[in-house]
């Protein structure tokens, strides 16, 4: 089993340009997210999808859209990306523990794709 | 929005030493504690979990202290090597929208020096 994979690895763009970081589990979770990690900043939540088909916005969601294409994949795209976008983007999968909130619940993270916007 | 508060943003031990990271919270209806570490270039992974009805929970060196009336847990390396160097992150479930989530604190980075 793969787990959750990630691509790119790395990617720099220039001011403007686009592009669509792609994510793919292979562990049968219904629950995708993804994070971006900034140095000081700890993980912060950009969007996740409950279930195929349906996306909702995190905590830092300006800039980026997300599609749920089906079970296995959660791609996450800057449509005109800026400098303030640089970051280290994880991808992520939930498996929900029984029993109350949260009991239990493990996020499982991709590698990981480093984007640099110059 | 941080719901949970970590220290220090960096530690620096010696081989052999005691590491110890803390994590204040807010949000009493928290039910579940995890502590996620993350190698450089690695996406952070579970190390240990607590529930709040037990004070603390021992797997191997890492220890979870948990003090309800405090709002407080923490994680100790004991005898702390330099392959724990690493981020640490502790974490909490919300109930937030359409899908279960952990809220993470902002990280330490333990460096062990040999």
């Known amino acids: 089993n793969a787990g959750v994979t990630q691509t790119p690895k790395f990617q720099v763009l220039k001011t403007g340009q686009s592009m669509t970081l792609q994510c793919a589990q292979d562990m049968n979770h219904n629950s995708m997210y993804w994070y971006r990690q900034d140095p000081g900043m700890g993980l912060r939540l950009i969007y996740y999808s409950a279930s195929e088909g349906t996306t909702d916005k995190g905590e830092v969601p300006n800039g980026y859209n997300v599609s749920r294409l089906n079970k296995r994949e959660f791609s996450l795209r800057l449509e005109s990306a800026a400098p303030s976008q640089t970051s280290v983007y994880f991808c992520?999968?939930?498996?929900?523990?029984?029993?109350?909130?949260?009991?239990?619940?493990?996020?499982?993270f991709g590698p990981g794709t480093r984007l640099t916007v110059l | 929005q941080q719901q949970v508060k970590q220290s220090p943003q960096s530690l620096i031990v010696q081989k052999g030493g005691i590491s110890i990271i803390n994590c204040a919270y807010e949000n009493t209806a928290f039910d579940y504690f995890p502590w996620y570490q993350q190698f450089p270039g690695k996406g952070p992974a579970l190390l240990i979990a607590i529930r709040p009805d037990v004070s603390e929970k021992k797997e191997g060196r890492f220890t979870i202290s948990f003090n309800k009336s405090a709002k407080q847990f923490s994680l100790h390396i004991m005898d702390s090597q330099p392959g724990d160097s690493a981020t640490y992150f502790c974490a909490a479930p919300i109930s937030s929208g359409s899908a279960r989530q952990l809220t993470f604190g902002s990280g330490t980075q333990l460096t062990v020096l040999p």
């Open positions: 992520a999968t939930l498996s929900a523990g029984a029993g109350g909130l949260g009991h239990t619940d493990t996020q499982y």
